[in-house]
């Protein structure tokens, strides 16, 4: 996490020497006060204020954009006896560095978030831990306002969860579906809730082949094509598989750079080793030596996984998905 801590008087740079020590992170000059904040509230993960909490909001308050992208924030006093945790309590870890440097100090933190003061589950905290996508953000406040007032929300899930690891008021979709509910799917399942909360696993992982130098924007219309046709979330893709011969192909590297994907690439030993049915193609074996590339790129990348697809064939294109194994879900809690 790279740290900044920011400080006022001479107290204050002394606690600020302390927690580096401890904690590790650059102690910003006070005479740069303004110029370092502006610029480590984009560069930093978390920012440390030792002053009072009325200067560090004026400070901070311009840079506010979304919890999906702020930093986390700290506000301590300058004795170390509170420690507030003011801005990304739970994306951007806030709730648990407060904690943390709370133990280290030996005073307290402050944590205001509604579901930590109530003890309830926290699904934007839940889906940092299990490595889920919050597709839509803006429906959290729906979510987490009907389980601090002890409403029932009800639980769709394609991934597996560990015995209790909800409280009674979330309910599995075997029941009359609640008006919140939270939907944890690679697929892209319908739920008639009045507000439904999509998280998304790092489950899927496609293979792709096609014909040399084929245009980019044709191979995005492919892969979103595909995508949609089978209804898989995008958000799902955790890699994007092919072989040797295709890893420098310009239309493969600018899609995966597009979407933030990265790219596996499967050797050809291992295709040729592989017993699984691949439907093999001659055209490909006589282009590439191998009985399969999406297919075999798609399985084979995802651990040997579950086959969602065989080879789908576009116009010099082929794509193909398998699911990936994932552990269960679990909640945690706020960890520190």
């Known amino acids: 996490m790279k740290t900044a801590y920011f400080w006022l008087t001479p107290q204050g740079e002394q606690l600020a020497l302390r927690l580096q020590e401890a904690f590790g992170g650059t102690i910003e000059p ?144 075997t029941h009359p579906v609640q008006p919140c509910a939270v939907v944890i799917s690679d697929q892209l399942r319908d739920c008639r809730a009045e507000h439904t909360l999509y998280l998304r696993p790092k489950s899927l992982v496609l293979g792709v082949g096609c014909k040399k130098n084929i245009a980019p924007e044709h191979l995005e219309q492919c892969f979103l094509r595909f995508l949609e046709e089978h209804r898989l979330s995008r958000l799902s893709v955790a890699k994007i598989a092919t072989v040797a011969l295709k890893q420098n192909e310009p239309a493969i590297l600018a899609l995966c750079e597009k979407y933030r994907i990265p790219l596996e690439i499967v050797l050809d030993d291992a295709i040729l080793g592989c017993n699984y049915p691949f439907a093999a193609s001659p055209f490909v074996q006589q282009v590439t030596g191998l009985p399969s590339v999406s297919e075999a790129s798609a399985y084979l990348a995802s651990g040997c996984g579950e086959v969602l697809t065989g080879k789908v064939k576009y116009s010099g294109v082929t794509f193909a998905a398998c699911r990936k194994k994932l552990p269960a879900l679990r909640w945690k809690g706020e960890t520190s």
């Open 30 to 173: 006070k005479a740069a006060f303004d110029a370092a904040v502006r610029r480590d509230f984009a560069a930093c993960d978390l920012l440390v204020f030792i002053m009072a909490s009325g200067i560090a909001v004026r400070k901070i308050a311009p840079l506010v954009q979304s919890k999906a992208f702020d930093p986390a924030v700290l506000v301590l006093d300058q004795q170390g006896k509170y420690v507030i945790s003011l801005l990304s309590g739970h994306l951007g870890g806030a709730n648990a560095a407060a904690r943390r440097f709370a133990a280290y100090l030996g005073g307290e933190a402050v944590i205001t978030t509604a579901t930590d003061v109530a003890g309830v589950p926290a699904f934007d905290l839940f889906a940092k831990q299990n490595d889920l996508v919050i597709e839509n953000l803006h429906e959290l406040k729906h979510i987490s306002s009907a389980l601090v007032a002890e409403e029932k929300i009800t639980l769709l899930t394609d991934l597996p969860v560990e015995p209790d690891a909800f409280s009674e008021n979330i309910v599995p979709e």
